[in-house]
């Protein structure tokens, strides 16, 4: 009989391992503008609000009340087409602990995201990030969260149309507070632009933010409707499901 070589042996159970993803009731995959149009008040704020909101006991027992009463979770953020940067990588959030290391993370990592709005490429990024990963789910989402419309990069339609072809749901948060909330394509408000030509997929759907203190209430409402696999019922959000 043929002996196979112990380091043969190595790969082939690394290889086997790889092929057997942890199941969650979801992937989630944060997508937030860290681009120029952020000031850093803002930029750190938002940080802690992703944290806060994360913790919070709303999101909490949305994740209990999943059939494995798990969810994967990453982070990133995006400035211009040459700046799609992850900031904590994808990351099992089970319980209250592992949310809290996931917001401590998220509150010291250092700002890297230079340049302007390129929506499509984080998109993109967070497809081909969510594809390579270690867990499966029956919900895959990205949730895109920005002050201004797509500037660079791929065309914003293909980004999108490859993301909903593969699976995923793609949502927005549109920010029209403090200055910001720039108009996007031909001055049209920012919260139709995103309704128009950035979400798709199953329940998509994207929330307006008109001031900072709806911000993390924002935040919470949007996560426990995206681990549940539900769009807004209640006529605040246009939803679309292409």
């Not at 850093?40 to 994740?63: K, M, N, T």
């Not at 200055?179 to 030509?197: C, F, K, T, V």
């Amino acid at each position: 009989m043929r002996l196979i070589p112990a380091a043969l042996v190595l790969v082939l159970s690394a290889t086997t391992l790889r092929a057997e993803p942890t199941e969650v009731d979801a992937e989630l995959c944060l997508a937030v503008d860290g681009s120029g149009s952020i000031e850093h008040d803002e930029f750190v704020f938002q940080r802690d609000g992703y944290a806060r909101a994360l913790a919070s006991p709303e999101v909490q027992d949305a994740i209990a009340r999943g059939y494995r009463r798990r969810i994967a979770l990453a982070h990133m953020e995006w400035g211009g087409a040459d700046s799609m940067e992850p900031i904590v990588g994808w990351t099992l959030i089970d319980g209250p602990e592992a949310a809290a290391a996931f917001g401590a993370k998220l509150r010291a990592a250092p700002r890297r995201a230079h340049g302007w709005n390129s929506i499509s490429e984080a998109i993109a990024f967070c497809q081909r990030w969510m594809e390579s990963n270690d867990f499966r789910g029956p919900r895959m989402v990205i949730d895109v969260s920005g002050d201004a419309g797509q500037y660079g990069g791929r065309p914003l339609a293909l980004a999108r149309l490859q993301a909903v072809d593969a699976g995923i749901t793609i949502n927005a948060l549109a920010l029209n507070y403090r200055g910001s909330g720039m108009a996007g394509p031909l001055d049209i408000p920012l919260i139709e632009h995103y309704q128009r030509d950035v979400i798709g997929g199953f329940a998509a759907f994207a929330l307006a933010v008109d001031s900072q203190d709806q911000f993390i209430a924002a935040l919470k409402r949007k996560l426990v409707l995206e681990i549940a696999g539900r769009s807004p019922d209640d006529g605040t959000a246009v939803a679309r499901s292409d």
